[in-house]
């Protein structure tokens, strides 16, 4: 058996890696990646929960597929952001996008 | 029929009315103003006759007094105003307005009018005379002493106001008095004796409470007066003598007589009415009222060799006066010094007690010699416009014009420049002839005889002394009256003036004519009654006795100065008659004789003056000539000391401009001038100082305090500046800079913001774990 | 250790690794590579975890749908010609830091709190279930819906932002 916490640790790894990932990069497709990392992380999350605290429901499994739509939209609005970004700005680096500055 | 005496107060009233009548509303008219001069007169005679004659036939109900009004009644009853018509006043009524209706009728021609030189004051002088008759007659009929000097001290304005009539004239010689000091000079001598008559005004009214003559000559008033002591000598005494002092300036008598042959610059009809007639008169007037107090009076006092003080002042000046007539060239003066003389005579009359004797001089003297006057005024009218027509008629014409214009000043009253004038002037010459003869006391048939003899008469029985100099007076004036008539009419005609000298227009020779008639008959109505036998009545002096036999009868022991006249009358003494009459003929012979049986040539020296000469009193001759020097003496003692004392003062008080070396006028400054510019200068210096100490201390105080002021603001405003501003900007500094210190937070950056989320998160939860493992 | 425990080791690295791979690649493509290799690891652990129909809905949506899309997205951005740019920002250390930070705090949570237990039976039907819970109306209905609408949202939104202007 491997223990929950296992896969509690490596979801935290993962959420982590997709923080790093979210907070460094540079280019705004590589942030969404980071993104989309994390949101694996959760769902490992979740399913590992469902798998060890209540099998029987199916809430854990469905929370798991809301996420996904969630991450798929998310996913689709981001990348049209950053489309329209690159239209007007001309660049996906965020370090550059910074008219709120100040 | 007694109580028309009542409308006497009339009599002066027309002329006063005459004289507003003339300024306001007639002096462009000159036949208006004489017309109404005249009318006024003319009124006033017609009514002095009626009160004369109704007066005259109720002889026995004067003296009369009304009273016509009460002034300042303010319960107290001071003061009434009345008329009060005695024997005195009388007479004097009947010659006044006779005598200047003839003098305002002559004034017509003599003002030349009607011709080319027809005075251009014309008016105005028939206008003073108006006013000068109302003086005089108001002065006579009035009932008190204090209107008497009202009237008095008017008729004394109007011989100034005529006496300077022509003010204008000035002559070349500085030494001969202008017509303007001749009217100053009259007016300030007379008011030297008018002061000494307010003195005895103001002790009567002390003493008597009132100067109403029905009080003052009330008989207890005078026994009072004359048992009061005063001043070592009774009451009475002081008051005649004080009354008497105005008679003296007024009538001319010595000492102050100076005024009156200067006086004569004044034109002839001024002479005759001022001179003659009425002015001078006043003074004798006054002696004739004021009588009763002269008869209570001590004798001894101011009395000389027996003779009583005011009889010692007239019958000195009578001589006096007569010897300077003998050396007077003027013909005016010759007349000017024979008034003073005979004055003299009426008062000397009146200080011997010769009352009565005294009056009638004076009434006749004014008859004949007014008519003297204005018969020496036409004369010198005639020889003026003969002085013209030699000019204008060419004779010489052109050297003459020449000598004249370089100030050879023709002189139309010398007689000397006169002669002959007999044949030109016949009516002139008859009437002066008939005044002269009259001047003279030409026996019987003239005026002046009866009354001059009248006075020597009662001199002879009372003071010897007083008969033998006035007798010797007679006969000088006897003496220089011939002389007069010589030069003047006989002979031939010295000058070119005198040959061409008319006789004078109808206005004039007539009351010339009229006046000689007076002057020889009027002295019939006096003829002692002893020299007659009583035939005649001496009317006169039983009229004008009266008067004071009604006053002076009732005390005893009044010493009889005056009481002799009731003796004389009925004693008749032909002695001081002749000797009278010896004098005057011999007088008037003797002048002939010197001056007529051979006529003076033009430039012969003055044949009296020669033959002094020759016996080495020629110095005495030039004194006469120059009036013993009284007027020079007067001129240095009073005049000059005045006019020094006056510079002095001046001097002291404000300085006078000095002429330099170089003809500049430097400013002099006098004592009291010098001490109120030192006032002046210390107050200004004062001043400069304290502007000093003002400007420098007090400002600089004032400065001071400002400067600290502003010091103190400043540096409050540097506080101000610094520090408020300080902790002000500091704040905002402080919150900009905060601002600026925190705006990096927000980059812009989503990673960024995200970074710092996840940091806080991370912070967050390990504070949660670390609270919770607690 | 289990066949079980060995797997997930494998599966775990692979995912991990390839993760890392994802964060750190400059270039982005790659990166986009190594997140499917990624997602691959994350359904074999979905397959451990006897949750089958995720492990599929894995493939298909993460690999299918997002990954295609991310590489499109890349594509139209043209950023992978650059090679010489760094990868990371500039605050890539404090970044990692919090990461690690973060990592070590939920990894002593996982262990410190006794949660584990072991598994129950997993039920046969489990898609079954799923199913069945998804449109009971008593059930998840709702968040179905809901998730249905915002996908029709999302899809809209999308759309409208990218559009050609």
């Known amino acids: 058996m491997v223990p929950l916490e296992w896969y509690l640790v490596l979801a935290a790894a993962l959420f982590c890696i997709g923080t790093y990932g979210v907070l460094a990069r540079r280019n705004a497709v590589a942030v969404l990646m980071g993104v989309e990392l994390m949101l694996n992380a959760v769902n490992i999350n979740l399913v590992a929960f469902w798998r060890y605290l209540e099998p029987g429901g199916a809430t854990g499994q469905a929370f798991a597929l809301f996420v996904y739509a969630v991450a798929a939209a998310e996913a689709a609005v981001g990348l049209a952001l950053i489309i329209a970004l690159w239209r007007t700005r001309d660049t996906v680096v965020l370090e550059d996008v910074d008219l709120l500055q100040g | ?774 | 250790m289990t066949l079980e425990q060995i797997l997930f080791i494998i599966f775990g690295v692979l995912t991990l690794g390839a993760a890392l791979m994802v964060v750190v690649r400059r270039n982005v493509f790659h990166a986009a590579l190594f997140l499917i290799v990624s997602f691959f690891g994350v359904a074999g652990l979905y397959v451990l975890l006897e949750a089958p129909f995720l492990a599929a809905m894995q493939l298909f949506i993460y690999i299918g749908g997002i990954s295609i899309l991310i590489i499109f997205a890349i594509m139209l951005t043209h950023d992978l010609m650059d090679p010489e740019e760094p990868g990371a920002n500039r605050q890539w250390v404090v970044a990692a830091l919090v990461a690690v930070a973060l990592c070590l705090v939920m990894g002593w949570m996982a262990f410190h709190h006794n949660v584990g237990a072991s598994p129950g039976p997993v039920p046969e039907n489990t898609i079954v279930l799923l199913g069945n819970a998804l449109v009971d109306p008593e059930g998840l209905v709702l968040p179905f819906e809901v998730a249905s609408v915002l996908l029709l949202v999302a899809l809209i939104g999308a759309a409208t932002i990218a559009r050609e202007r």
Not at chain 2, 469 to 478: D, E, I, Q, R, Y
Not at chain 2, 681 to 703: E, H, M, P, T, Y
Not at chain 2, 736 to 751: H, W
């Open chain 2, 1 to 774: 029929m007694v109580n028309l005496l009542n409308l006497a107060w009339l009599i002066p009233l027309f002329p006063f009315l005459a004289f507003l009548a003339v300024p306001l509303f007639t002096h462009r008219d000159r036949k208006l103003s004489h017309s109404v001069v005249i009318g006024g007169i003319a009124v006033a005679f017609v009514l002095s006759q009626i009160v004369f004659w109704v007066a005259v036939t109720h002889h026995s109900e004067l003296p009369f007094e009304s009273t016509v009004v009460h002034w300042l009644s303010a319960g107290v009853e001071r003061f009434t105003l009345g008329v009060y018509i005695d024997p005195a006043a009388t007479i004097m009524i009947f010659m006044v307005p006779l005598v200047c209706m003839m003098i305002f009728i002559y004034s017509v021609g003599y003002m030349n009018f009607g011709t080319d030189e027809v005075d251009p004051r014309y008016s105005r002088f028939f206008c003073y005379l108006s006013l000068f008759a109302t003086g005089m007659l108001g002065m006579i009929v009035f009932n008190n002493l204090l209107t008497f000097f009202i009237f008095w001290e008017i008729m004394g304005t109007c011989s100034y106001l005529l006496i300077g009539f022509w003010y204008e004239k000035k002559y070349p010689d500085p030494d001969k008095i202008t017509p303007k000091g001749a009217g100053l000079k009259a007016f300030i001598v007379t008011k030297i004796g008018d002061l000494f008559f307010m003195l005895g005004l103001a002790l009567l009214y002390a003493e008597v409470d009132s100067l109403a003559y029905k009080d003052i000559f009330n008989p207890d008033t005078l026994e009072h007066l004359a048992h009061t002591p005063f001043l070592g000598t009774t009451m009475a005494t002081a008051v005649a003598f004080l009354l008497f002092g105005g008679t003296v300036g007024k009538s001319a008598q010595f000492p102050l007589h100076v005024w009156l042959p200067d006086a004569m610059e004044g034109p002839t009809p001024v002479s005759a009415l001022i001179h003659a007639a009425t002015m001078v008169s006043a003074g004798v007037f006054l002696v004739v009222r004021m009588f009763p107090i002269l008869q209570h009076i001590d004798p001894s006092v101011l009395a000389l060799g027996g003779i009583p003080f005011v009889a010692l002042i007239g019958t000195f000046t009578a001589i006096f006066s007569s010897i300077m007539a003998v050396a007077q060239d003027d013909i005016k003066g010759v007349l000017a010094y024979s008034t003073i003389s005979q004055l003299g005579y009426m008062v000397a009359a009146l200080g011997i007690g010769a009352y009565v004797a005294g009056a009638f001089h004076l009434i006749t003297h004014a008859f004949f010699k007014a008519l003297l006057f204005l018969s020496s005024g036409s004369v010198i009218h005639g020889v003026e416009h003969g002085h013209h027509h030699a000019h204008a008629h060419g004779d010489h014409h052109d050297e003459h014009e020449e000598e004249h214009e370089e100030g050879e000043w023709f002189n139309p009253n010398d007689m000397m420049n006169m002669g002959g004038l007999l044949k030109r002037m016949p009516r002139t010459a008859t009437a002066f002839i008939a005044g002269g003869l009259a001047l003279s006391g030409l026996p019987v048939i003239t005026a002046g005889f009866w009354s001059k003899d009248e006075i020597l008469a009662q001199a002879w029985t009372m003071n010897k002394a007083v008969f033998w100099t006035l007798a010797v007076a007679a006969g000088l004036t006897a003496f220089y009256t011939a002389r007069q008539l010589c030069l003047t009419f006989l002979g031939e005609p010295r000058t070119e003036a005198a040959k061409h000298a008319p006789e004078s227009v109808p206005s004039m020779t007539v009351p010339l004519l009229i006046l000689a008639v007076f002057a020889i008959c009027l002295g019939w109505v006096g003829i002692p009654e002893g020299l007659t036998g009583g035939v005649i009545p001496n009317w006169f002096h039983h009229f004008v006795g009266s008067t004071i036999e009604a006053h002076g009868h009732e005390a005893e022991h009044v010493i009889r100065v005056a009481g002799h006249l009731s003796e004389a009358v009925h004693e008749f003494d032909w002695t001081p008659m002749l000797i009278g009459t010896a004098f005057g003929l011999g007088g008037l012979l003797l002048g002939w004789l010197v001056y007529g049986w051979k006529p003076m040539k033009a430039g012969e020296m003055d044949r009296v003056e020669a033959g002094m000469r020759k016996v080495g009193l020629g110095w005495l001759h030039k004194a006469m000539r120059n009036r013993f020097y009284f007027d020079d003496l007067y001129d240095l003692l009073f005049v000059r000391t005045s006019i020094g004392i006056a510079n002095l003062f001046d001097l002291f008080d404000y300085g006078q401009p000095i002429k330099q070396d170089d003809g500049t006028l430097v400013e002099r400054h006098g004592v009291i001038d010098g001490l109120i510019n030192l006032f002046g200068r210390v107050g200004r210096g004062l001043a400069q100082i304290s502007d000093w100490f003002d400007s420098k201390i007090v400002d600089g105080l004032v400065n001071l305090i400002g400067n600290a002021g502003k010091l103190s603001s400043q540096g409050l405003d540097v506080f101000d500046l610094k520090v408020v501003d300080g902790v002000v900007n500091g704040v905002g500094s402080v919150v900009r800079e905060g601002g600026n210190a925190l705006r990096p937070i927000q980059s812009g950056r989503v990673q960024n913001y995200l970074l710092m989320a996840s940091m806080t998160l991370v912070g967050l939860i390990v504070a949660f774990f670390l609270i919770i493992s607690r």
